[in-house]
């Protein structure tokens, strides 16, 4: 359900499911007016029970969604992280001597022009690293691995590349761990039965008006739909209309990496 909710516009996404809490909350309340069994929750303690349960359903949505608008975030953070990265190790193998230079930049561009265009495109498909991507970044590693340096000054480029790589890689696996969903099947399946059970005793409440009393269902489905829908599009970072724009990682690689045509 989920995926084929994240192929569609957000305005979609809010309209489906307004509709479908707004259908049963308006159907329970109609059938609760209709044979009397409205107000059923009077007195000092059902005020209590009902505050307290206002409280905690309000913290467990509200944990829930700081948790997942967290892990987009960072998630947004890691990329951002990555683009700077992939310039720093660029302009350091560019400093290179000509014969080991001619090795490492087309084995880096390699690598850069697959991840950017091949592993990004396909990142919503599979939270396991590319295969190939790895193996690219791997042989520029050994090409780094076995320059030989003759002076201090390549010494410290050479370390400071392998340190460049190091938290490079660090970063990719962090991008990789943080593709997964944060919200799985089954806290989907308990935020929602609560949730149904938060409409099923607010149409208990005893309102006299059915008006009043409807259009304040109303309300409340419209706007726990719109925290649905923004967990729903912040909950697969690379997936959806809000999925992470990784466009900047292609400008880095047309502006500093690609071969001039």
């Known amino acids: ?20 809490f707004n259908i049963f909350s308006q159907g329970l ?10 107000g059923i929750f009077k007195g000092q303690n059902s005020d209590v029970f009902i505050t307290s349960l206002n409280i905690v359903f309000s913290l467990i949505i509200a944990f829930v969604f700081i948790g997942v608008w967290q892990s987009h975030s960072n998630v947004n953070h890691i990329v951002l992280k990555e683009s700077e990265l992939i310039v720093d190790i660029n302009t350091n193998i560019n400093g290179y001597i000509d014969v080991q230079k001619n090795k490492a930049v087309p084995a880096f561009r390699d690598y850069v022009e697959e991840v950017v265009y091949k592993e990004y495109d396909s990142i919503h498909l599979k939270n396991k690293q590319d295969i190939n991507a790895v193996n690219k970044l791997n042989k520029f590693n050994n090409i780094i691995l076995a320059y030989e340096p003759a002076t201090n000054g390549q010494l410290a480029l050479q370390q400071e590349i392998l340190k460049l790589v190091s938290e490079y890689k660090n970063i990719r696996r962090d991008r990789c761990n943080n593709n997964e969903p944060l919200i ?18 607010l149409c208990f409440s005893d309102i006299e008006k059915y008006n009043s009393h409807a259009f304040l269902v109303f309300v409340f489905s419209c706007s726990i739909s719109t925290i649905f829908t ?20 292609k400008d880095v690689y047309d502006n500093f990496i690609k071969l001039p045509k």
């Open 1 to 20: 359900m989920v995926d084929f909710l994240l192929t569609l516009p957000r305005f979609a996404i809010i309209i489906i499911l307004a509709i479908v």
């Open 29 to 38: 309340l109609f059938l609760l007016h209709k044979y009397s069994l409205r």
């Open 184 to 201: 799985e099947n089954i806290l989907w399946d308990v935020l929602l039965f609560i949730t149904f059970i938060y409409i099923f005793l």
């Open 230 to 249: 923004l967990l729903i599009l912040y909950d697969r970072p690379f997936t959806g209309p809000q999925a992470i724009d990784y466009s900047y990682l």
